[in-house]
């Protein structure tokens, strides 16, 4: 069992950046691999990136290459993401997830479990 709290989301104008922190608590947080989503208002919940257990592996979606980090701690129990060059159209709701496994999903439903979310907006 994983419970995630993120932190660090707000308000930020086009070009600016952020750090969003997801807290995890649970003995076996380095065996999950963990994965950023967010979600617009009146759109689904997309991918962002994820990252391997150890850190090794990461992947991203191709509207954020280039301009996010995604990044983990381990004896934190913590994974970062770095968003930098930020744009208006990266204004959501942003979550954190875990999933018990080594592949690097993509999609919400192979996540098991799920943060509260921080919200991002950026102005422009």
């Known amino acids: 069992q994983v419970q995630l709290v993120e932190t660090g989301g707000g308000l930020v104008q086009a070009g600016g950046s952020l750090r969003l922190s997801c807290a995890a608590s649970?003995?076996?947080?380095?065996?999950?691999?963990m994965g950023w989503f967010r979600q617009a208002p009146g759109k689904e919940r997309e991918f962002v990136a994820a990252?391997?257990?150890?850190?090794?592996?990461?992947s991203y979606a191709e509207s954020v290459k280039g301009r996010f980090t995604i990044s983990r701690d381990n004896a934190k129990n913590t994974v970062y993401l770095q968003m930098n060059s930020l744009k208006p159209e990266d204004t959501a709701v942003y979550y954190c997830?875990?999933?018990?496994?080594?592949?690097?999903?993509?999609?919400?439903?192979?996540?098991?479990?799920w943060g509260q979310g921080t919200q991002v907006t950026v102005s422009s």
């Open positions: 990252i391997s257990w150890r850190g090794a592996s990461t």
């Open positions: 649970g003995r076996t947080f380095s065996s999950y691999t």
């Open positions: 997830a875990a999933r018990d496994g080594s592949v690097l999903y993509t999609l919400p439903r192979n996540y098991n479990y």
